[in-house]
């Protein structure tokens, strides 16, 4: 079993439609909590960085942190083609010989259609 | 004024020639690492350097071997190719384990 869970997809959904992202994971350690953006043939762009549990937003985008469950969420309100990229939940302890060491889910690859 | 820099971005080579790959930032950060991404967008760490220190160094063949002449500098150089080695390789960045930035990232394919 893989330390983060996170269905592949595809997702297709139409513009202007709400996106729900998930992570599980089984480490308990994981303290922080990340989203990444990946674009075609570009470098992962940090999107969403959290702490804890809770929630945090930032414009169309909200993250959510539920340490109980070991799920986090990304949404994206009011989707737009640009947001068509694949979606990658990342974690880390952020201690000892893990130190900075991330831990990412597999991917979600999300298409917005006009 | 890119903050994480890769060279090259392609690089196409023979089973059993070595190669590197070279990574910068400009972002002032004492961390950096490497990163390995499969066919199937699964990425993996291969090691960290945090202030030219080797901190994290996960079971990767000993044919990787990280070199980092500087804090602002973190290279990859492999030895003996082999098939299984064609992926991206993304170098990243952070100050101290906080936020970490990635490069554009470095395709390489093993004939």
Request: a neutral charge; proline letters at 5%.
């Amino acid at each position: 079993q893989k330390e983060v869970e996170q269905d592949p997809g595809p997702l297709s959904v139409p513009e202007g439609a709400i996106v729900s992202l998930n992570c599980t994971y089984s480490n308990s350690a994981f303290q922080y909590f990340m989203w990444y953006r990946q674009y075609s043939r570009k470098g992962p762009e940090l999107l969403m960085y959290t702490y804890s549990s809770g929630n945090k937003e930032d414009g169309r985008f909200t993250a959510q942190v539920d340490k109980s469950s070991k799920y986090i969420s990304l949404f994206i309100r009011d989707s737009q083609p640009s947001d068509s990229a694949t979606y990658l939940c990342a974690m880390s302890d952020a201690g000892g010989t893990s130190y900075g060491k991330l831990t990412f889910g597999q991917g979600t690859i999300l298409t917005v259609h006009p | 004024d890119t903050a994480v820099s890769q060279t090259p971005k392609y690089l196409v080579t023979q089973m059993g020639n070595d190669k590197s790959i070279k990574c910068e930032q400009n972002l002032g950060h004492d961390t950096m690492y490497w990163y390995k991404q499969d066919s199937k967008k699964f990425l993996k760490i291969m090691f960290s350097y945090n202030n030219k220190e080797l901190i994290i160094n996960e079971t990767v063949p000993n044919r990787f071997s990280p070199k980092s002449p500087d804090k602002a500098h973190l290279n990859l150089h492999i030895n003996s190719l082999e098939l299984g080695d064609s992926a991206v390789y993304f170098c990243a960045s952070s100050l101290s384990a906080g936020r970490q930035f990635f490069g554009p990232g470095t395709r390489l394919t093993v004939l």
